[in-house]
Every structure is written in C-alpha cells, then in structure tokens.
C-alpha cells in the first residue's frame, strides 16, 4: 500500500512535468490547428538554459529555491524567445498554405533545433547541476517516504497551471487567445491581432516547456540535444488523450500518462515503457479521436 | 511498355559494366545505395505524395523487409549450405528473400494501416511514427533476430544488376499502377476525400492499398539493404530513416516518381560529400541531419512543391520521350 502512494506522488509528478509541455501543444494546436512537433526541444532547450544560467550566474555554489526559480524564469525568457523566433520565421510565412506543408515545416524546425543543438553541444550527455537542495533529507510522513525534489516539482508545475489557467480565463489576452481559436476570421473583424495573439500564444506554450526542461533537468540531471523527442511525443500523446485544444484536458491526459508510465515500470516490465504512449495514442484515436474532454467536429464539404 | 523494357535492359548493361570496372568499389557501393533509398523514396511517395497520406514510419516497413529477408536467407543457408553457395541457386534464393521480405512488409503495412488510415493529416503523422517505433521495440526485443545485439553474417548478395532491375521494374508496376483506375482512385482520394467517396471510391480500400503496395516497395528495400549490408541492427532503422524518406520525396516532388528517384540520387551524393569532408578532417562534425532539415525548411519557404512537382520527367524534356508536355 505505501509502496502503492509512492508510485502515484511519482506518478504525479512525473505527469505534472508532461502537463507543463502538454499544455503548450494544446494551446498552439487550438490557435493554428497546427501539430508543434518542435514544441519537445523546446523543452530540451529549456533544460540547457537551466544548466548554462546555473553555470553562468553560480546557481549551483548556493542550491535553494531561490536559485531554482532563477534558472526557470531564465529558461522561461529564452524558450518564450525562441517560440516566438520559430513562428515568426517558420511558420507565419506558411499561414496560408496547405496543411501538410505546415506539417513538414514544423518536423523540419524540430530537427533544426535538434541537430545544430547536437552540433553546438556535442551529442554526449551533460550533467545538471543540483540547483535545489532541501535540507531535512527526505520527507517521511508515517511509512511513506518522499523525495523532496517530486514534491517541489509537483507543486511549481501546479502553480504555473494555475497561473495560466488564470491569464487565459481572466484577462484581455486570454479572452483574445479563446477568440482566435474560436475563428480567425471572426476574431480579426473583432479588432483583435490576430497573429500578434498566434505569437503570445506561441511564447507562453513555449516558456512552460521550458520550465518543464528545467525541473526535468533536476530529476534526471543527464540532459543530451535529443532529450526532447520522446517527453515531447508523450506530451502530444497527453493532449491526444485529454482532447486536444483543452487545456484541463492536456493536464488530465498528462497525469493519466505519468502514473500509467509509473505504474508500468514499477509492477510490469519497463522495456515496453516508451511503446505504452504510442499505445494508448492509437487506442485513443480509435476509440474516442476527440479525447476524453474534447469536442466533436462534423467535417463538411 | 517497350521504352520500359528498353530502360530495364539499359540499367541492367550499364549496372552490369559499372560493377565489372576494378578500383571503382566505392562508387559501386553509393550507386547500390542510390538505388535503395530511390526505390524507398518512390514507395513512400506512393503513399504521402499520390494518396495524400502523410506517413512518418516508413522505415518501420523497410526494417520488416529487411529483417524478414535477412532471417530467411539466414536460416535457409543454415539448412541448405550446399545450394547458397551454388552461383545460380544462391540468385534463386534471394529473389524468394526479397519476395518475402516485400510480403512481410506489405503484411505489417495491413496490420497498422487498417487502423491508422481512419485518421488524416497530422494524426496519421504522428500515428506512423509511433506504429515505426512500436516495430523498432518489437525487433529490440525478438531474439530470434538477434534482438539489440543485431543479425550479422547475412550474405551480401545484393549487387548492382539486382538494385536497377528491382528499382526498374518496380518503378514501372508503380507507374502503370498510376495510371489504372486504382492509382487515379488514389489520386482521388488525395484531391478531396469526400468528393472521392461521392463518386463511388472506396477511400479506405483505396488509402490500404496504396499504404500495402507503398509498404511492400520499402520492404523490398530493406530486403536489398539487409543483403548489402549484411548485417542489421534495430538503429539502423530509426526515425532518422524515415525523415530521410520523407525529404527525398518532398525535394523531388510530392507525386512525381521520377522527382523522387532524382532526388534520392541527389541527398546520396550529398551525404557522401558530407562524408568526405569530415573524413579528409576539413569539420570534425556532423552535418548531414542540420543540412537536411535547413533544406526541408528553405524547400517549404520558397518552393513548397518540390524539384518537380508533380510532373514526370517525360513532361519535362518532352522531346526525349518522343511525346507533348502535359
């Protein structure tokens, strides 16, 4: 039964950080229908911000909370930049263009980020430097023992859900945000700029995802150029499986993602952990394609 | 029909007199590499370029072939030593390993289009790619292929008769597969869905067979690799593979046969150029994956259609082929 709470704080956790990047691609695909495939090495970028702002600024000489929020909001800064870099030069030009060509563009910036990122950095992994450290050692509370770091991590990634979830149901922005996802074109005769919003939307989805690369960078302090791929296949997953375009039901599918991956390794076999994702994808797609919150569209002529 | 036969003849004279020039091994080997990754490149354009369905795993389909073909010859030379070092009976036996691996693929190309074909554009995308990696940690973890370890000793049969003759000849089943009511079907269902169905196309058997035939070409494929290479590991067959696919078609021209094969030929090049300068230590780094995807970005930028488009080279230089533009 401990063992049991365990895996689902892990679990949790785990799943807080595939929300975080879950959240931008739900967010991009509801403004421009378009699949971010470069949305994971974003989040890898993240992570090497982390590391070069820690290395920089000594973040890792006095490892606190202090230092770990440093290194997210410079990582947040750069990926915000960096989103907003990508849909201005890749995917503006093409906003007219047939879909599949968007498509391309999009797996071709991905590969960008990901082999001048291996050129540059070299394709070995670097070590994280621990940024964050608590000094009661471990959390024990009765038989069930926590590590500190997955409680921090759970609960800045809950806050910075809650923080968006307040900017696009409270203010200007996120009213304009819901309205240009709602239609371009309806939006545009509102008054509101509409590609200016694509951009805000970018660079929001964008600086979450470098967060999450932060806080992974923490956890599994080995990062590499090619570290993005597959959190970020997992993260589309999760919005997949939530309804894509919704952003409860990106966090919703994102922790279902993480314990069911947690659960997986800890009482089965973790050789077929990476295919889990892809399988509960293809399942969701056949079953239920709108995912477990999303809306139904009737395609017409 | 008799200019195709004339180009089979042509590619297996001119395979057959490159091959018997000594001191030219190396050349050999990156036209027998050409040769796959342009019969690659046109099976996936079967699929994304023809019919419209954008698929992210194809190499999947060439590790089935490839392996399935690899496993084959394997174990009938293990059975049969006698009749695989036999010239004529060793030919034999890999046409019925290529044959074999086709099948195979084209059977995995079934198994996960059937489901996947319900979804369109960027779901089939990332579909694709995850059914690719799904067949990569089957084969990780099959030890009847060696599992992570690899297959080694399969017996490099594949030369460069065998490469042109296969890529001619399918080539032209692909083109006269075109030009029938099954291949304007595909076309149909590229061009609109609903108004294909409208007129009385079957748009999901029409989607499965393309994917089948696209699956059984790649496989193939693989097969020649396999028997080139001679020896498999399941990395071999990445994602890499696939987005190599996926730019040779979109260089040479979503739904131009002839763009694909051209452009296979071209990225080969590149690739070994790219190969040249690092070993002759002008860069010590590897830039053949940050040249591609510039390339794939720039193509989409500023000439989304490609080299060709979707015309044919016959429509290009009209007068070669005896024929009009169309």
């Given amino acids: 039964m401990v063992e049991f709470i365990q895996h689902i704080i892990n679990g949790l956790s785990l799943g807080s950080i595939y929300a975080l990047i879950a959240l931008g691609y739900t967010m991009v695909f509801g403004v421009l229908q378009l699949i971010n495939f470069a949305h994971g090495d974003i989040y890898m970028m993240g992570a090497f911000v982390g590391l070069f702002s820690s290395r920089w600024l000594g973040l890792a000489a006095h490892p606190s909370l202090g230092s770990l929020l440093i290194a997210i909001v410079c990582a947040m800064t750069v990926c915000a930049l960096t989103g907003y870099l990508i849909e201005r030069l890749a995917y503006r030009p093409l906003r007219k263009s047939p879909r599949i060509n968007l498509l391309i563009t999009a797996v071709g910036v991905s590969l960008f980020l990901e082999f001048s990122g291996q050129l540059w950095l070299g394709a070995d992994p670097k070590f994280f430097p621990e940024i964050f450290k608590f000094d009661g050692g471990l959390l024990k509370w009765g038989d069930i023992v926590l590590n500190p770091l997955t409680l921090t991590v759970l609960i800045i990634s809950l806050s910075l859900m809650a923080l968006l979830h307040i900017l696009v149901t409270r203010t ?99 050789a077929y952990r990476d295919a889990l994702a892809f399988a509960i994808l293809i399942l969701t797609l056949l079953i239920k394609p709108t995912g477990l919150l999303g809306h139904g569209k009737v395609e017409k002529v | 029909m008799i200019r195709w036969i004339l180009a089979f003849v042509l590619a297996l004279i001119f395979a057959n007199f490159t091959q018997s020039l000594t001191g030219y091994e190396y050349v050999n080997s990156i036209l027998i590499y050409a040769g796959i990754n342009a019969l690659l490149a046109t099976s996936l354009n079967l699929v994304s370029g ?72 960027d779901y089939l995308a990332i579909v694709t790619l995850g059914f690719g990696e799904i067949i990569r940690v089957i084969i990780l973890n099959t030890q009847a292929v060696g599992g992570p370890r690899g297959l080694a000793g399969i017996p490099s049969w594949t030369t460069l008769p065998w490469v042109y003759g296969i890529l001619v000849a399918s080539l032209f089943y692909m083109w006269r597969l075109l030009q029938g009511s099954r291949g304007r079907a595909f076309m149909a269902v590229r061009e609109d869905e609903i108004a294909a169905a409208s007129v009385g196309v079957f748009t999901t058997s029409a989607k499965v067979r393309a994917f089948i035939t696209g699956a059984f070409f790649a496989g193939v494929s693989g097969s020649l690799f396999a028997h080139s290479l001679s020896y498999l590991n399941p990395q071999t ?90």
Avoid at chain 2, 239 to 263: D, K, P, Q, Y
Avoid at chain 2, 289 to 318: C, H, N, Q
Wanted: with cysteine; proline share 3%.
């Fill in chain 1, 172 to 270: 200007r922005l996120g009213r304009a945000m819901r309205a240009v996802s709602f239609s371009h074109d309806h939006a545009a005769l509102m008054g509101i700029p509409t590609d200016r919003i694509i951009s805000a939307t970018f660079m929001l989805g964008s600086a979450l995802a470098g967060a999450a690369g932060v806080m992974v960078g923490l956890i599994y302090p080995k990062i590499e150029p090619l570290m993005g791929v597959l959190p970020g296949l997992k993260a589309f997953v999760a919005a997949v499986l939530g309804g894509i375009g919704n952003l409860t039901g990106a966090v919703l599918g994102a922790m279902i993602l993480g314990m069911s991956e947690e659960f997986l390794v800890g009482y089965g076999s973790s």
């Fill in chain 2, 50 to 121: 023809f019919t419209g369905q954008f698929s992210m795993g194809h190499a999947g389909f060439m590790s089935v072939g490839g392996y399935s073909a690899a496993w084959l010859a394997l174990n009938l030379s293990s059975h049969f030593p006698a009749l695989t070092t036999d010239p004529v009976g060793s030919q034999a036996i890999f046409l019925i390993c290529i044959l074999f691996g086709g099948l195979q693929a084209a059977l995995a190309g079934y198994i996960v289009g059937l489901p996947s074909l319900r979804l369109k554009g």
């Fill in chain 2, 237 to 326: 067959f990445d994602f890499n593979r696939s987005f190599e696919a996926i730019i040779m078609v979109v260089l040479g021209g979503m739904g131009s046969l002839s763009g694909s094969v051209l452009a296979a030929f071209l990225l080969t090049g590149l690739r070994e150029l790219l190969r040249l300068l690092k070993d002759q230590g002008i860069t010590e780094l590897d830039y053949r994956m940050v040249v591609y995807s510039i390339a794939l970005l720039v193509l989409m930028l500023t000439r989304p259609k490609g080299l060709f488009g979707r015309l044919e080279i016959k429509d290009l230089i009209p007068k070669l082929f005896g024929g009009k533009a169309t």
